[in-house]
C-alpha cells in the first residue's frame, strides 16, 4: 500500500474513536463533569444533578468529540452511577424520599454499580473521579485503581471541586503520585483544557 492510500485511508476513517469510562464515588461529581465536557464540545449532556447520592442509576453514554491543536479524538463517554461497597435505602429517607421510593432508588443504584464494575473489562479509557475536599484515601478510589490496573485499562486520576476552599488538590496528587493527576472544578470549568489535553495525550496513543 503507498503512502498516498494510508492517508486517504485515515482520512476517510475519520477521528479515532475511544471508550472511555467516568468512574468514582457518589456526589464526588461526576455527572458534572460529564456535562461540563458535553457543554465544551457541543454534545448533548448526560443527566441531572443532584445532592442526592446515586442520581445516576444506570450508565449514561454520549459521544463527544474532543480537539487539541490538529488532533481530533472522539470519545464515547459513560457516566457510571457512583461505585459503593454498599447501597442502603435509609440512606435517601434523609433526602425526604418515601420509604417505597427509597427502596426502589437503592434496587436501581445496585443494579448500575454491578454493571458500572462489568465494564471496566470493555473500556479503553477511565476518569477517576476524586473529591478534592475529602481525604483521597477512600476504599473506593483504591478498589477503582486497582481494578483498572488489574484489568490494564489506562486512567487519569481527575481531582475535582478545586473551586471550593476546603480544596486540597496537591493531597490527591501525593496519594496518586505514580499516575496522571489533574485538579479541576467542573463547575466552573477550571483547568478543563489540561483534562483534554490529558485525555487526548493518554487514551489516544
Do not use: C
Not at 28 to 57: C, I, Q, Y
Not at 98 to 104: H, N, Q, T
Not at 109 to 128: D, H, N, S, Y
Amino acid at each position: 500500500m503507498s503512502i498516498l492510500e494510508k492517508l486517504m485511508g485515515l482520512f476517510r476513517s475519520g477521528p479515532k474513536e475511544v471508550d472511555i469510562g467516568v468512574y468514582g464515588a457518589p456526589n464526588v461529581g461526576k455527572t458534572t463533569l460529564a456535562n461540563r465536557m458535553a457543554r465544551d464540545w457541543e454534545a448533548k449532556e448526560f443527566g441531572r444533578v443532584s445532592r442526592v447520592p446515586h442520581e445516576t442509576r444506570k450508565p449514561v453514554r454520549r459521544e463527544v468529540e474532543i480537539s487539541i491543536g490538529s488532533k481530533s479524538v472522539r470519545f464515547n463517554i459513560v457516566d457510571t452511577p457512583g461505585i459503593t461497597t454498599k447501597v442502603d435505602y435509609r440512606k435517601f429517607l434523609e433526602y425526604g424520599l418515601s420509604v417505597e421510593e427509597a427502596k426502589r432508588r437503592a434496587k436501581e443504584a445496585t443494579r448500575g454499580v454491578v454493571e458500572a464494575i462489568k465494564m471496566l473489562k470493555k473500556i479503553q479509557g477511565a476518569l477517576v473521579v476524586v473529591d478534592s475536599t475529602r481525604d483521597p484515601y477512600d476504599q473506593v478510589n483504591i478498589t477503582l485503581i486497582g481494578n483498572l490496573e488489574a484489568n490494564d485499562v489506562p486512567f487519569i486520576v481527575v481531582a475535582n471541586k478545586i473551586d471550593l476552599p476546603e480544596a486540597d488538590p496537591e493531597a490527591v496528587r501525593d496519594a496518586f503520585s505514580d499516575y496522571t493527576v489533574v485538579p479541576v472544578s467542573a463547575k466552573t470549568g477550571r483547568n478543563m483544557n489540561k483534562l483534554y489535553e490529558a485525555m487526548v495525550r493518554e487514551f489516544a496513543r
